[in-house]
């Protein structure tokens, strides 16, 4: 039963592009509204969107699969076959490697998914948000340019 969920259709990929643009539509509202926990959080959730996506065209897939149905970036990022060439773009592995370091759970701290409002500063909501929509070194751009 489970391994069956797992092969189930769970999101067609073009919603999945309206979840990440939405997303981080909000993400920029509450980043200006001071809402800096809530800003890195729905932002990373974009990002962790747009690898899904990623996967998507990898795999030439319609729709995501129950088996994609994680969180941690790093990983999704092997699925998308993009890897490689994301680590050797030094400002893109740095952007990455900031988003993913908030992200994912770390030394046994919980990730910024799981963080009280008031627990991140502005200094660092902005320049997470920078680490993805910047359109020279943001994530989600490098990554809908890798995919075409």
Known sequence: MAERKLRQPLIRREALERVRDARLAEAGVLLEASQFAGAVYLAGYAVECQLKVA?????????LLGTFKIHDLPTLLLYTGLEKKLQADLSIRQSFNTIAALWNDKDGSPSVRYQAAGSIDEATATKFMDCIRSKTEGVIPWLQKAMS
């Open 55 to 63: 996967i998507c065209a990898r795999l030439d897939w319609a729709s």
